[in-house]
């Protein structure tokens, strides 16, 4: 098949669209009915701030920046209740898989939405006033119920941030994955490569991983630069742990 049929796109329903329960409202726009695009995975996933900064990495130092990870990590539409804090990961695969999606989300910003492409999910969304200590409004964070890739790029990135290789089906995998051959722990931002008291096991010999994330990690346990930042690829090793 051609691997135009193939194109993967990451999908996040953020907090705000599980906290106003539109999350059916959600999945049955971008249903294979809809879209002609079918599920290459499915995780519900509470979100730490590592793997916050690493998804919104491009937007780091920007006034809204702080904002957008208490909203993706769910603290901002569940401050007393902290179980509830989650998104749903998806990856979906079909033809034009990318654009199909954003069309279907609709502009970043709800207000644009609604005016310029009634009906597109993020028109439901809102705008909410980001302040400072003393009450002074700042800027607004978007609430826009949905993350799309916006790129093939950015979704190979993306998808391989939410999902390991595992928690896809093999058919659905369309980046290069396989076994490592090499322990590797992470403890307070250090990688090793034998145990150390207190350090969770990223990967240990056998584990599937994406070979991207192996490379990196090879290069950064001998002390050289990688395509990534060692946090990006423990972002997903440490998720829901
Ligand atoms: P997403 O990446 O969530 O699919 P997008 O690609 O349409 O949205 P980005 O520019 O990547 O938009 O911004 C990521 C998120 O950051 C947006 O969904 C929104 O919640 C927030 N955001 C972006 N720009 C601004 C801004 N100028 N002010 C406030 N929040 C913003
Ligand atoms: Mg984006």
């Known amino acids: 098949m051609d691997t135009k049929d193939f194109e993967q796109t990451l999908v996040l329903i953020k907090p705000d669209a ?39 990495a491009e937007h780091r130092g920007k006034v809204f920046f702080e904002s957008l990870l208490e909203y993706i990590m769910g603290a901002s539409h569940y401050p007393d209740e902290e179980w509830k804090r989650r998104v749903i990961a998806l990856a979906y695969v079909g033809p034009g898989a990318i654009q ?31 302040k400072d200590a003393s009450g002074t409004v700042l800027d607004e964070r978007m609430d826009n119920l949905i993350h799309a890739s916006a790129n093939p790029a950015d979704a190979e990135r993306e998808i391989k941030l939410w ?29 090793f490569t034998a145990y150390e008291p207190g350090s969770v096991c990223l990967l240990a010999p056998g584990n599937v991983a994406w070979v991207s994330d192996i490379e990196a990690l090879r290069l950064l346990a001998g002390g050289r630069k990688a395509s990534c930042s060692l946090e990006a690829v423990a972002a997903k090793y440490l998720i829901n742990e």
Do not use: W
């Open 18 to 56: 599980l906290r106003h329960s539109l999350t059916g409202y959600v999945l049955s726009q971008l249903s294979e009915f809809h879209t002609g695009l079918r599920f290459a995975g499915a995780k519900i996933v509470r979100v730490h701030r590592m793997l916050a900064e690493e998804h919104y």
């Open 163 to 191: 999902f390991k290789p595992g928690d896809l089906p093999p058919a659905m995998r369309i980046y290069e994955s396989r076994a490592s051959d090499e322990h590797y722990y992470y403890k307070e931002g250090k990688l």
């Open 100 to 130: 199909k999606i954003r069309d279907i989300a609709g502009p970043t910003n709800p207000h644009e939405a609604r005016v310029k492409r009634p009906g597109c999910i993020r028109a439901l969304g809102t705008l909410f006033p980001v």
